[in-house]
């Protein structure tokens, strides 16, 4: 089980320039959060699918922010344009069988953005 | 929507001393609680999980932890920390809307 899988690790990009994180789930798991941390406020939940659906999408931050998830395997974040404060390590997570509420997230490594 | 609140920002402790680590949560229905556990430029990595049943819950690495409802609190103990636990401690909480919300997290360093 190769676990949650995120690329790319580290991104150093301008402001005004699009960022896309991407997110591979393991597979067989049918729900996948994003979420975004920083030391001022923490673990933050932007958005997460069921079924490839999103669901809720309530904690991303700005129209600038939108994610996709066009299959089962794949899903990304893009931020368009991006800005200083979008600096943070944002993390995709992943768990089986949505509606089954007990079950733990899945967590990658992480994509530490820094937007300068 | 539930709410995790994890009353300790940081936590000092010499090694071999015990540790708890203190988690409140509100909610208006059932929850499930989790601990993680991050180290540095990793991801969260499950510690333990209440679901139901014995309030009483163990987890990896030596880590406990007791749910009780009614002081709607999960506190992570261990009786005997080691230098390696040094990293920082997210309580969570999931009910029946499915998303998972975390606390501000606990750093724990053990010193020597």
């Known amino acids: 089980d190769a676990g949650v899988i995120q690329s790319p690790r580290h991104e150093v990009t301008e402001m005004g320039q699009e960022v896309t994180l991407r997110c591979k789930p393991i597979s067989g798991h049918n729900s996948l959060f994003w979420y975004r941390q920083t030391m001022m406020r923490g673990l933050e939940l932007l958005i997460y699918?069921?079924?490839?659906?999103?669901?809720?999408d309530s904690g991303m931050p700005e129209d600038r922010f939108s994610a996709k998830m066009p299959n089962a395997s794949f899903s990304t974040l893009k931020i368009q344009p991006s800005e200083p404060r979008d600096s943070a390590v944002y993390f995709c997570a992943s768990s089986p069988l949505p509606g089954t509420n007990n079950s733990p997230l899945h967590f990658g490594n992480g994509t530490r953005l820094t937007v300068t | 929507a539930q709410s995790v609140t994890q009353l300790d920002s940081q936590v000092p402790v010499f090694e071999e001393a015990p540790v708890e680590l203190r988690c409140n949560y509100s909610s208006s229905v059932s929850v499930y609680l989790f601990w993680y556990v991050q180290y540095p430029n990793q991801g969260l990595q499950l510690l333990l999980k209440?679901?139901?049943?014995?309030?009483l819950v163990k987890g990896i690495n030596g880590f406990e932890a007791e749910f009780n409802k009614s002081q709607t609190s999960f506190h992570l103990r261990k009786p005997s920390v080691h230098i390696s636990d040094t990293a920082e401690y997210f309580c969570?909480?999931?009910?029946?809307?499915?998303?998972?919300?975390f606390g501000a997290g606990t750093r724990l360093t053990v010193k020597p």
């Open positions: 209440y679901l139901s049943g014995s309030t």
């Open positions: 699918f069921n079924n490839n659906v999103p669901i809720d």
């Open positions: 969570a909480v999931r009910s029946n809307n499915n998303d998972m919300r």
